[in-house]
């Protein structure tokens, strides 16, 4: 059984940084593709950056040029960077596990982790 634990979530002003990381309880961490999703009150779940499990990244439009997706695949962790926040990162982090030949199906979640950007 795949289990995710997100972590270095938090509070931070506009124009801070904030570092995530998510640690996976996964054998062969090295075959699965991971994910960043977030989702804000009111709006719906989006990808916000992916990795596969051969090292390429994703990001979404909003995102590009402040966060940056990583994976250590020794540690089975993925981190994600986030640089430059704003009000809008504003949300709920989730990482997301997937096996490289298996569909969204068989995608696994963690809990998640707050992350909020205020004045």
């Known amino acids: 059984q795949v289990q995710l634990v997100e972590s270095g979530g938090g509070s931070v002003q506009p124009g801070g940084s904030l570092r995530l990381s998510c640690a996976a309880s996964?054998?062969?961490?090295?075959?699965?593709?991971m994910a960043w999703y977030r989702q804000a009150p009111g709006r719906q779940r989006e990808l916000v950056a992916s990795?596969?499990?051969?090292?390429?990244?994703n990001y979404a439009d909003s995102v590009k040029g402040r966060f940056t997706i990583s994976r250590d695949n020794a540690r089975k962790t993925m981190s994600l960077q986030m640089n430059s926040l704003n009000p809008a990162d504003t949300a709920v982090y989730y990482c997301?596990?997937?096996?490289?030949?298996?569909?969204?199906?068989?995608?696994?979640w963690g809990r998640g982790t707050q992350v909020t950007v205020s004045s």
């Open positions: 997301t596990a997937r096996p490289s030949w298996s569909t969204p199906s068989g995608d696994s």
């Open positions: 996964i054998s062969i961490f090295r075959l699965y593709n």
């Open positions: 990795i596969t499990s051969g090292g390429t990244t």
